[in-house]
């Protein structure tokens, strides 16, 4: 199985912050990597697919980059609606795993 | 635009079963992979189950094989997820979860697992 391993598991930030979360797979997964931000008591939702498209309607304060086997999530200036857990998903192999989650607090 | 609604969540006592249904619209259903995605409360997301378009490639994880059941209606643009020998370490909401030009998630479904 793809092992993706996320970090920080938490970290506390202020509006306007700059965010950085990184995801390391355990193996080449091409370019098959999704990044989701999930609100207690709701689905996931699709930030960006494909490492670095931002899925529609999404701000473009969020984006996505790659270097090889790690993958990073940033958002350039935190808004109040961002405070969140965010997760990364490789979909190259199945099982399709996901990171352990980084929860964005205020 | 995708929708997808799961349904058939509930309490259930260990050892029983449980059958969970969404029903997709909004999308050539027929055209897509489709998962069940699962989360525990308080944890992160976890991959239980993928079927494909015709349902010839079926995949389960490890923690569910031989225990769940995964199908599809492509007539009734449905997905379903047969649950037995249910343990209390399967409570969690299960998200159907659609794959193909995109991806795209339902509300989930609470299942309990509980004496």
């Known amino acids: 199985d793809v092992q993706m391993t996320q970090s920080p598991s938490s970290l506390s930030a202020s509006v306007g912050d700059r965010v950085t979360i990184t995801c390391q797979a355990s193996?080449?997964?091409?370019?098959?990597l999704n990044w989701y931000q999930q609100k207690p008591g709701k689905a996931p939702k699709l930030l960006i697919y494909?490492?670095?498209n931002l899925e529609t309607g999404v701000p473009s304060r969020f984006t996505g980059s790659a270097s090889g086997t790690d993958f990073t999530l940033t958002i350039s200036s935190l808004q109040s609606e961002d405070f969140a857990t965010y997760y990364c998903q490789q979909y190259d192999i199945l099982p399709l795993t996901f990171g352990g989650g980084t929860e964005v607090e205020i | 635009e995708v929708q997808l609604v799961e349904s058939g969540g509930g309490l259930v006592k260990p050892g029983g079963s449980l059958r969970l249904s969404c029903a997709a619209s909004g999308f050539t259903f027929s055209s897509y992979s489709m998962n069940w995605v699962r989360q525990a409360p308080g944890k992160g997301l976890e991959w239980v189950s993928s079927?494909?378009?015709?349902?010839?490639?079926?995949y389960y994880a490890d923690s569910v094989k031989g225990r769940f059941t995964i199908s599809r209606d492509n007539a009734k643009n449905s997905l379903y997820l047969q649950m037995a020998s249910l343990r209390v370490d399967d409570t969690a909401v299960y998200y159907c979860v659609s794959q193909g030009q995109g991806w795209g998630w339902g509300q989930g479904t609470l299942v309990t697992v509980s004496s």
């Open positions: 494909d490492v670095s």
């Open positions: 193996q080449d997964i091409k370019n098959y």
């Open positions: 079927i494909s378009t015709t349902s010839r490639y079926i």
